[in-house]
């Protein structure tokens, strides 16, 4: 048994889960295409646990802030994080197009088939916008936030119980005491949940490579392989600075939570890993309150992944298509851009949704070239999935310190041990020899 220990771990249970479905997609593509419903049903698992966990962790930490008007503080240091990385995040996308003409001598012609293809997408794009968004934060009833799944709805009814309970004095104290206990039935639910992440993340890589394969990916690899390198770039580079200048180093980092970005890998989602990484962002020394609220604001305000596809994406389409864009026109959709990936979050499509939406402000681009993306989306969506799940456990520890709610010393000791020393090295303290 011994030689064979390492199996135990999740994270090469996921590897093994990710490897065997990229083999049987290619061996037996039909069989591959027919395993959808293990990735799906994963990520469901895990999204029916995200509302209660946003809630309780947010309402218990609200409640029991000794100065409420500190939500306010951390919210707005957070917004403006949030705006100037997904701003550079754009930047990078355009600068990196504009050097490498990713879409150069693809020579696009429109056709009929094409154009009815992204139709669909241009009537939902018409839908979306900012005062629908800001429109959706608030619920129709207080338990359909939680129906419907919507983390910013949740996100406005956690912070009002928890204002709620802190005026109430020690009966709101025992309100919030139920509320924490209930959390912890919770997080013990998602513990039991995330060991079916190797079959979802077999599944949900089999249908991937099952059904748009290696045909798809060939055809546009170039246009796949840099919109990764630039994610790339800007994860340990801009993020890696970040992280330098708050004190902590990203492959530590990134090496605590590598479990998580397995799981987000896998089933191209990045939500199937956020309530364990609300988890581990407050055993990183992050104050609870800090992590519920940025931790799930950042998934509709910081798609740093979701910026760097749009200007790449919009880019190649209008190189693909022989456009010429002035610099004005440019800038004007990376301030369309800036919008659009916020309005259209949580919609289903929003990759092509928020695309449609910032192609419309410049119509010389064929609406119809959004088709030549349609084979590969589901290899973009893997890697904005990764970049804006990375992106948001930065954001956080980073806020956290920006407002003195970071336990640094904590910190650096979890990521030099790692979670699981880091685990075995509290049982020791807990129960010493």
């Not at 018409?126 to 799944?149: K, N, Q, W």
């Not at 600075?241 to 939570?257: E, S, T």
């Not at 990183?284 to 790449?312: C, E, Q, R």
């Not at 939406?357 to 410049?362: M, P, R, S």
Request: net charge neutral; aromatic share 10%.
């Amino acid at each position: 048994m011994g030689p064979f220990r390492f199996l135990k771990q999740l994270y090469v249970q996921v590897l093994i889960g990710i490897g065997l479905g990229v083999v049987v997609g290619l061996v037996w593509p039909a069989f591959g295409a027919s395993l959808e419903p293990l990735g799906k049903a994963f990520v469901n698992l895990v999204k029916m646990m995200i509302g209660p966990v946003i809630f309780c962790t947010v309402a218990v930490g609200v409640a029991r802030m000794n100065d409420l008007k500190s939500v306010g503080r951390v919210g707005v240091k957070a917004l403006v994080y949030f705006e100037v990385v997904s701003t550079l995040a754009l930047i990078l996308g355009w600068i990196v197009a504009e050097v490498f003409q990713p879409g150069a001598g693809f020579n696009y012609v429109e056709s009929a088939a094409d154009l009815a293809k992204a139709q669909g997408y241009v009537a939902k794009a018409h839908e979306t916008g900012v005062v629908p968004f800001l429109m959706g934060v608030i619920p129709t009833t207080y338990v359909s936030a939680f129906s419907d799944g919507n983390l910013l709805q949740v996100l406005l009814v956690a912070i009002l119980t928890g204002f709620g309970c802190a005026r109430l004095g020690p009966f709101g104290d025992k309100a919030a005491d139920a509320i924490n206990a209930v959390a912890k039935v919770f997080f013990s639910i998602i513990h039991i949940v995330v060991r079916f992440a190797p079959i979802g993340a077999f599944g949900a890589m089999a249908f991937t490579v099952g059904k748009f394969g290696a045909d798809a990916l060939a055809q546009l690899a170039g246009l796949v392989a840099l919109f990764y390198a630039t994610s790339l770039v800007f994860v340990l580079g801009v993020l890696g600075l970040i992280a330098a200048a708050a004190g902590f180093n990203i492959f530590k980092f990134i090496r605590y939570i590598r479990e998580e970005i397995l799981i987000v890998l896998g089933a191209s989602s990045s939500e199937a890993a956020l309530p364990q990484l609300m988890e581990k962002l407050q055993r990183l020394g992050a104050a609870k309150p800090v992590v519920g609220l940025v931790v799930p604001t950042g998934y509709s305000f910081n798609l740093d992944g979701t910026n760097i596809y749009m200007t790449l994406a919009t880019l190649f389409l209008a190189q693909a298509t022989n456009t010429d864009l002035s610099l004005w026109q440019i800038v004007t959709l990376l301030l369309v851009a800036m919008l659009t990936s916020k309005g259209a979050s949580g919609v289903t499509g929003a990759g092509f949704i928020t695309l449609a939406a910032t192609l419309a402000v410049v119509p010389t681009i064929p609406i119809a070239s959004l088709a030549i993306l349609f084979g590969i989306d589901r290899f973009m969506s893997e890697c904005r999935a990764l970049t804006n799940f990375m992106g948001n456990g930065v954001a956080t520890l980073v806020v956290a310190k920006w407002d003195r709610q970071l336990d640094v010393a904590t910190l650096q000791r979890e990521l030099t041990l790692g979670p699981r020393l880091a685990e075995q090295d509290e049982a020791a303290e807990r129960h010493p020899v």
